[in-house]
């Protein structure tokens, strides 16, 4: 692996380069006080030096390295054989592009994490070529979590995202991208994320698609967004267990002081409407049903899939298949469905939640599993797809399958299984779903 420096609008980076990538870390897209929106970063003085080890938001693992306990899943599939640091607000974005890289299209993922955890670097896509070597600039977004993300009903995740993907529009063509096509990817939270920005105009030309992983769609009405007055109590019991006295105090109390108070109280007696984004009248200034009648949300195509064995799979399916039919009634762009129903090999959690990213990223050495020959070429045809769709706003291409939108006469998701070429009907995944509910549940 060799280095070089390149010139941006911020100043000089040094990056990393083999085998035809260029690897850019833990490049500050902007800097935030505790509490406080991000500002944009416009310039760094010296070089800088893109090769670091990035940061991630507190969280978990940073106050209690390791698994939890032997049977910690997510930490043994993701979360091994890397070195982590941690900041309290890590806005920061990795890049990985082809090193000839000239006005290429660029995919932003939003890791998933439930707004909890989660890292930019992960096993499944931290380390991925897949999407350089089909012509296209890939970027891993960090943002603020947990209290540190949502705190008092302000989505300062949001707020880190929106500005990141503002970032990109102004930087993106210095490392190889075209900053007039930029297309956003989420996982789990990652998803619902994107649902956010573009319940309205916020990335309005800022963004040409959205591809949404388990979690995309209109979230139900009862496990909806709240506002912040139905969620005070909620964070008056944090500061209360963090022994702030006042609103200046939480601004001063060491961070691990603050997460300890937010992880005790979200894990006693806490609804799940104070672990997720809320209503804050700006980025979510309403429940995404009103606003979607309102016809003021974004326009762009979008892929939306989920995991046969996903958290709550029928509310899962459900959001991304009301999403993509509303989408054909109104007219707007088109929305491609896709239902993963792959076992994977190596123990009894079969399509769990988020074992496509494995497919979607194609790092499948990264991981202890035994994937087959078949695996990685579902794996290669998930990447085609995707890599046509942030080109072109469709999955389709040479070589791949028929894979029709979502209309009132096609309501089919496309199969991915490793064995079926075709779609999958809404009675079948949900045959499907409803089997997990009851008699196979994933990991969680």
Known sequence: MSTFTIQTPCGAVTGEETDGARFYRAIPYAEAERFEGPVMTEHWDS??????????CWQLCSYHDGPQEPGDFYYYEFLTKRDYHYAESPLQLNIIAPADARRLPVLAFIHGGGFEVGKINELPYGTSTEYAKRGVVLVSIGYRLNIFGLYNGR???LEDQLCAVKWLRKNIAAYG???????????SAGAMSITDLCLTDALKG????AVLMSGGGLIPRLTGPRRA??????????RDRAGAKT??????LPAEDLWEAWFYVSRHGASVHNQQTGIDDTIVPDVPQKLRKKDTSLDVPMLL??????????????????????????????????????????????????SDLWYMFGNMDKSWRPFTAEDEALSQKMIDCVANFVRTGDPNGPGLPDWPALSRK???????????????????????????????????
């Not at 070089?47 to 991630?56: G, K, P, V, Y």
């Not at 609103?247 to 001063?252: H, L, R």
């Not at 491609?336 to 090999?345: E, S, T």
């Not at 199969?415 to 997990?436: E, M, N, Q, V």
């Open 47 to 56: 070089t800088l030096d893109a090769t670091q080890i990035e940061s991630d």
């Open 155 to 157: 989505n300062y995740c």
């Open 177 to 187: 991208g075209d900053p007039d096509r930029i297309t956003l990817m989420g996982q």
């Open 206 to 209: 800022d963004i040409v698609g």
């Open 229 to 238: 007055a139905q969620t005070a109590k909620f964070w008056q019991r944090v």
């Open 247 to 252: 609103e200046a105090d939480m601004k001063t």
């Open 305 to 354: 899939g989920v995991a046969s064995q996903d958290f709550l799979p029928p509310v899962v399916y459900g959001m991304a298949l009301r999403l993509g039919l509303q989408n054909a009634r109104m007219g707007r762009k088109p929305v491609y469905g896709y239902f993963f129903d792959r076992p994977l090999p190596g123990n009894r959690f079969r399509a769990f939640h988020g």
């Open 410 to 444: 096609q309501t089919g998701f496309r199969l991915f299984d490793g064995h079926s070429d075709g779609l999958i009907s809404p009675a079948r995944c949900r045959a499907k779903l409803w089997k997990t509910v009851f008699f196979d549940k994933g990991p969680m």
